[in-house]
């Protein structure tokens, strides 16, 4: 069992930065893909980003590629999702998720945080 809770989200201006930090409960958080992923109001949640579990392959959506960086710490038990360049797009709830693939499905991840706000204004 794995618990998961985001932090980090606020309200930015176009064009600034913000990080996001996902803590996980498991002893066993380098053995799981993590993802993050995000939902504004009357759309479906989309794929983020994905990172594997000893950290070193990463993928990125093409709407936030070059902008956001995933990352991850086992030792702390933490990914995080860097996020620049901001955009009012941008603007959803992000959540951390944990799953045995390294896929970009929702359906994939087992494990999901509560989700942290991130607001854009133009």
């Known amino acids: 069992q794995v618990q998961l809770a985001e932090s980090g989200g606020g309200l930015v201006q176009a064009g600034g930065s913000l990080r996001l930090a996902c803590a996980a409960s498991g002893r066993t958080f380098n053995t799981y893909v993590m993802g993050w992923f995000r939902q504004a109001p009357g759309k479906e949640r ?4 994905r990172i ?3 950290g ?12 956001f960086t995933i990352s991850r ?17 941008d603007t959803a709830v992000y959540y951390c998720a ?9 359906r994939r991840y087992d494990y999901w945080g509560q ?4 607001t854009v204004s133009s």
């Open 98 to 106: 944990a799953g045995i693939d390294f896929s970009s499905s929702v």
């Open 52 to 54: 594997s579990g000893p």
């Open 115 to 118: 989700g942290t706000q991130v």
């Open 56 to 67: 070193r392959m990463t993928f990125h959506a093409d709407s936030v590629k070059g902008r």
């Open 46 to 49: 989309e794929f983020v980003a």
């Open 73 to 89: 710490d086992n030792a702390k038990n933490t990914v995080y999702l860097q996020m620049n360049s901001l955009k009012p797009e």
